[in-house]
C-alpha cells in the first residue's frame, strides 16, 4: 500500500470515528430529552392521581392515557440506548490473544513485550509491518570500523589531574 492509500485509510477512520461521536452525543441527547418528557408525565399523574384519589378514591382514565405516553418516551429512551450499545460494541476492539514465546515456547499474554519465563523479546504482528528492502551499503573502510570501536578508556592526562579521584 502506498503513502496516499494509507493516508486515504487514516483520514476515513477519523472521519468514521468522529460521526461516531456525533451519533453518541445525539442519542444521549435524545435519551436525557425522552427522560425528562416521561418524568413530566408522570409528575402529571401524580398530582391528577393525587387530587382525585383524595376527592373521591377512584383513578381517573387521563392515568391512563399519562402512563402510555410515559411509556412511549420510556421505550424510546430504551431504543435510543440500544443504538448507543451497539454503535459501541462496533467501535471495541477486539481482545487480543496471548502467543507463544518464540524461544521457550511458553504462553504468554498479547500484550507483554518480554517472556517472563525467558526473557526474550516478544514481537507483535503489529510491529512486524513489511520494511522497503534498501539497498546495502558498501563495506566501510577498515579505518572507519576501527573508528566505530569502543577504545579503552584513556588514562587522565595532566590537565586531568585536578579532576582524578584522590587515593
Known amino acids: 500500500m502506498d503513502f496516499l492509500d494509507t493516508l486515504n485509510l487514516v483520514v476515513k477512520n477519523i472521519g468514521d470515528k468522529a ?10 441527547g435524545k435519551i436525557a430529552a425522552e427522560r425528562a418528557a416521561a418524568g413530566e408525565d408522570l409528575k402529571k399523574i401524580g398530582a391528577m392521581y ?13 392515568v391512563l392515557e399519562l402512563c402510555q405516553s410515559a411509556k412511549a418516551h420510556y421505550d424510546a429512551a430504551a431504543a435510543a440506548q ?7 460494541a462496533a467501535n471495541a476492539p477486539a481482545p487480543a490473544q496471548d ?30 509491518a513489511p520494511q522497503p528492502a534498501a539497498e546495502e551499503p558498501a563495506e566501510a573502510p577498515a579505518e572507519e570500523v576501527v573508528a566505530a570501536e569502543d577504545p579503552a578508556p584513556a588514562e587522565p592526562q595532566a590537565e586531568d589531574a585536578d579532576f582524578a579521584p584522590q587515593e
Open 82 to 88: 440500544a443504538d448507543i450499545d451497539r454503535i459501541k
Open 99 to 128: 502467543v507463544a514465546c518464540p524461544v521457550c515456547g511458553k504462553v504468554v499474554p498479547a500484550d507483554a513485550n518480554y517472556c517472563p519465563v525467558c526473557g526474550a523479546r516478544i514481537s507483535h504482528p503489529a510491529e512486524e
Open 50 to 62: 393525587y387530587e382525585v384519589y383524595a376527592a373521591t378514591g377512584e383513578a381517573v382514565p387521563e
Open 19 to 28: 460521526n461516531d461521536a456525533l451519533e453518541l452525543t445525539r442519542l444521549t
